[in-house]
């Protein structure tokens, strides 16, 4: 029933003038997707969160208030007080930019070193190929979070470090991704037709492979950078991602911990945030995946669900 | 006079579809005499193998809803309970599939699926279902048959495949077999094979069987009687060489000169049909035909014509009779 | 297959060999001298001078990885930087307590979606549907230490029926074992679960669509027959699959859950290690984690080898 690997976008054999208005067809079922939109908008919302932060929060985030400290939510403190007295619904704000920030880079990083990975692993073939699927699977072998900590053991905690190490983990599914669709479009009639008519390696790359990849990188993209700002947020749970006094997500819950019983809003409202965050980025992976191409479900969830 | 095996009368199947209610088969009338083979041919969409799996209650109650009768040997299928089906299916009425590779399960033996309907039909035990399966698989030509119960089907080429379900489908000496489309997917040696496996097979056992296929090629060689359904209404129902002497309705005559004719001296234009099939949820009030007949008049859009000569064996569904279409 | 086991365990070993590789990488990437950073503020010159050589990082690259390889097959896996114990023994006091938190995490997690994504699937379409996957889709998107906190503070604080923390042994008590044991397995089981839910129930809506289960209707079979004979022997194997690969997820969640849980297992010991730039320790940890993924991994292969006969006859 399912034929094989399809993880080019649908039938490989479209020219490239087809494929822009393809890209308008992606954007209606996308949109017609209720879940998706709503992912949207809630994506549209943290982002200008993240930009006008500073501006819109009520309070600085390192207001500190010793007299107000560990207040519940209030009027004047939509999510209340921490320790330090500081507004926790301001800090929750600027996390945002953290967490976008690290998300997002981190998913260009394994993008950026993933994607030519695995185009020249599935175009060129051979030893080349041999090693670089070795050594992602090397990567793979370890489970997500453990070689995220092993790196920053290396280099240190920080914000840079973690975006690194969490685009490092993320490298192997985009290399594996890319050269499954690189192998199957290279098999194609049009590409042999382009060659045969002494096309280069580049052109062909450039022309033929690189628009149709396009399609299963954009959907595992989306999926990953949900996975990835939990990553994020658990990499500064563990007090190895962003150093105080910068607010993250996941080191506002840690902190919250100590606080449970006088304020237990300290660690439920950043939750809220990553919850609320990952969901909407899930919403719109699946809208765009099953805009894209419904069957590369089996490929990708497979392989980005940690 | 032969009892009838089977007498279908006035079946309808419609589904709910978001676009509204689809009539797929309207109703359709036939009989299946003992030991007959009755094909059923029609073009992808007239419904012919809706009609089919309606009759053994396989098709999911919502969203289709089916009416009519479906007596088999007296007993109306259509309102059997769900047990009283399951003891009639792969029993005394079995079905065979189009694609051999995709209706057999990949994660089980062919012995096992073989047993399946021995064990539970005719209660044989292990040793006994077991013997009795390679006896089928020799039937129906499988080398080394005992050998082969322990293999899985991606260990057989398609044709075996196919041999298999018919040994499945006659493990329990049914009275009706229904082949739906059984040698679209195979090459063309092995279509023969095949027919000829069947037919075999129903001398045999006395086996009645309804053959559901587009392609009157098949029909040819192997069917009694043909029944030419178009848009869910039959069209013309009569025993297989009147049919092709005569060809009374506008569709069959169309359908018949559409088939490639090998051995012409001069290569022809393969004639096609123009226009397309029906739309089940919007079907016209008149003919089913009439928007693809060239001999269609305003009468032909508006009323729908009734089956002429019911009583003969050859009925046709047109308001015309051969004189008037033909001249 | 045999043939098929004989390639799994070789693939196996070279992806082992290649994990201790960067393991052993760790060390000596870091920008600075790894004992003396270790040591920080603690900085004793014998001590040091004791480490260093026993870690054997005077002699060439090639020749350490070799002694270290060789080494850590017999069972030395060196001492820890801060104690001085060994870490083969730090290590082996661990285990049982992340091995439990692990395969209970996993029974949670096949517990919950197993018989929630038949169910789904075959009545697709009804509220129980909607209800587990809209209830999944949310489960999917919690952070596991947040659904971790959150229970703290729902079962210790706020109703006081669970510990929040510890590790009881089960021949101390097993009760006690149960009830510390059950918030951290219930934590990252019913995420892991709700991801496996959906593939569950795709799997099995998947088999249910496919010709061999009209097949089998035909032949006379009850709805409960062809469920059980012959769609779910065809719906394990992508099952099998997905679990596989939530392996890594559920031990990432192990770590994580380690620390908030305060369990006594490989993770915290992990954590602590990188707080304390323990790198004996730290490598010991991965190694041994990555072991266990890599072997539960070849385990599930295996049963996928089982299950589906077409990759046997490969």
């Not at chain 1, 840690?254 to 939750?271: D, K, L, N, T, V």
């Not at chain 3, 049982?96 to 996993?106: D, E, G, I, K, N």
């Not at chain 3, 949670?108 to 697709?124: C, F, N, Q, T």
Request: hydrophobic share 50%; aromatic share 8%; glycine share 8%.
């Amino acid at each position: 029933m399912t034929p094989g690997i399809d993880q080019g976008v649908g039938d490989a054999g479209e020219p490239i003038a087809e494929h822009r208005s393809r890209a308008r067809a992606t954007v209606d079922t996308v949109l017609r997707n209720r879940l998706a939109v709503a992912g949207l908008i809630v994506l549209a919302l943290l982002v200008l969160a993240a930009i006008l932060g500073p501006t819109i929060a009520p309070y600085d985030i390192n207001d500190i208030n010793v007299a107000d400290r560990l207040t519940g939510p209030s009027t004047a403190h939509w999510f209340g007080t921490d320790e330090l007295g500081r507004d926790v619904f301001s800090r929750v704000l600027i996390g945002a930019r953290v967490s976008l920030l690290v998300g997002f880079i981190a998913v260009g990083i394994a993008l950026i070193v993933g994607v030519p990975i695995g185009l020249v692993s599935g175009f060129y073939g051979g030893a080349a190929d041999s090693w670089l699927m070795r050594m992602m699977d090397i990567l793979f072998a370890l489970p997500a979070i453990l070689l995220a900590i092993a790196i920053l053991a290396v280099l240190g905690p920080g914000i840079v470090n973690a975006m690194i190490a969490i685009g490092i983990v993320y490298t192997p599914i985009f290399a594996r991704i890319t050269r499954g669709s690189v192998l199957t479009i290279k098999e194609s009639v049009f590409v042999r037709a382009a060659r045969s008519l002494g096309a280069t390696d580049g052109r062909i790359l450039r022309t033929h492979i690189l628009p149709n990849v396009t399609a299963p990188i954009t959907v595992q993209a989306s999926l990953s950078l949900a996975f990835a700002i939990l990553a994020e947020a658990a990499l500064s749970f563990l007090g190895l991602g962003v150093q105080p006094p910068a607010p993250a997500w996941g080191r506002m819950l840690s902190e919250g911990r100590g606080f449970f019983e006088q304020a237990p809003w300290m660690a439920i409202f950043p939750g809220v945030a990553i919850v609320i965050t990952v969901m909407a980025f899930n919403f719109v992976g699946d809208g765009l995946r099953d805009a894209l191409d419904p069957q590369q479900r089996s490929v990708i969830e497979s392989r980005g669900a940690e | 006079m032969t009892e009838q095996v089977l007498s279908v009368d006035d079946l309808t199947v419609s589904f709910g579809t978001r676009l509204g209610r689809a009539r797929v088969v309207n109703g359709f009338s036939y009989d299946v005499a003992e030991g007959e083979t009755v094909a059923i041919v029609g073009e992808s969409g007239s419904g012919k193998s809706v009609s089919s799996l309606a009759l053994l209650q396989l098709l999911p109650v919502p969203p289709a809803r089916v009416e009519g009768k479906a007596l088999f040997r007296g007993d109306d299928l259509l309102t059997m309970s769900d047990a009283e089906i399951r003891r009639i299916r792969g029993n005394r009425i079995a079905m065979i599939f189009q694609d051999p590779m995709t209706s057999l399960n990949p994660v089980r033996t062919i012995g096992y699926q073989l047993i399946e309907p021995l064990a539970m039909h005719m209660g044989l035990d292990d040793r006994a279902a077991r013997a009795r399966a390679a006896e089928l698989l020799e039937i129906v030509g499988i080398p080394s048959p005992g050998d082969r119960l322990d293999d899985y089907p991606h260990q057989f080429s398609g044709g075996m495949r196919q041999r298999v379900m018919i040994a499945m489908g006659i493990a329990c000496n049914p009275d009706l077999l229904i082949a739906d489309e059984a040698t679209t997917a195979l090459d063309v040696t092995t279509q023969a094979q095949i027919l000829e496996e069947i037919s075999r097979l129903q001398e045999y056992m006395g086996l009645a069987v309804i053959w559901i296929t587009h392609d009157l090629g098949v029909v040819a060689g192997i069917a009694d009687r043909v029944v030419v359904l178009y848009g869910g209404s039959i069209m013309e129902e009569a025993p297989i060489d009147d049919l092709f002497a005569q060809r009374l309705h506008p569709y069959t005559r169309a359908l018949l000169a559409s088939l490639p004719k090998p051995g012409l001296d001069r290569p022809r234009r393969l004639e096609a049909i123009p226009g397309l099939p029906p739309n089940p949820v919007r079907l016209p009030p008149g003919c089913p035909f009439a928007p693809r007949c060239t001999h269609a008049v305003e009468r032909c859009f508006s009323e729908k014509p009734e089956l002429r000569n019911p009583e003969s064996s050859h009925r046709v569904a047109c308001h015309f009779d051969a004189g008037e279409l033909y001249g | 297959m045999t043939g098929y086991v004989v390639r799994r365990l070789f693939q196996m070993a070279l992806a082992l060999l290649g994990v201790s590789v960067i393991v052993f990488a760790l060390i000596h990437l870091v920008p600075g001298d790894p004992v003396r950073i270790a040591l920080g503020t603690r900085f004793d010159p014998d001590i040091y001078e004791a480490l260093r050589a026993r870690a054997g990082l005077d002699r060439p690259i090639v020749v350490q990885y070799f002694a270290w390889l060789g080494s850590a097959v017999t069972g030395d896996l060196g001492v820890s930087f801060r104690s001085g114990q060994p870490v083969a023994g730090l290590l082996l006091e661990r285990l049982p307590a992340t091995v439990t938190l692990a395969f209970s995490a996993l029974f949670v997690a096949l517990a919950v979606s197993i018989p929630l994504g038949i169910v789904s699937a075959v009545r697709s379409g009804s509220k129980l549907d909607y209800l587990s996957t809209a209830t999944s889709q949310i489960a999917v998107s919690v952070p596991d230490f947040w659904a971790g906190i959150m229970y703290i503070l729902l079962f210790s604080l706020v109703l006081s029926w669970l510990p929040p923390s510890g590790y009881v042994s089960f021949l101390e008590s097993p009760v006690e074992w149960l009830r510390h044991l059950a918030l951290p397995a219930l934590t990252i089981g019913l995420i892991s679960g709700s991801i496996i839910f959906r593939f569950v129930r795709s799997a099995v809506l998947e088999a249910l669509n496919q010709d061999y289960t009209r097949t089998a209707r035909a032949k006379g079979l009850s709805e409960r027959q062809v469920i059980w004979r012959h769609v779910m022997p065809n719906a394990w194997i992508p099952i099998v699959t997905v679990v596989g690969l939530q392996l890594g997820f559920l031990l990432s969640g192990v770590i994580i859950v380690e620390v908030i849980f305060a369990w006594p297992g490989i993770g915290r010991l992990a954590l602590l290690a990188v707080q304390d730039r323990d790198f004996t320790v730290l490598q010991g940890a991965v190694l041994l984690i990555a072991f266990m993924f890599l072997v539960i991994n070849l385990l599930v292969d295996l049963l996928y080898g089982y299950l589906d006969p077409r990759v046997r006859y490969d």
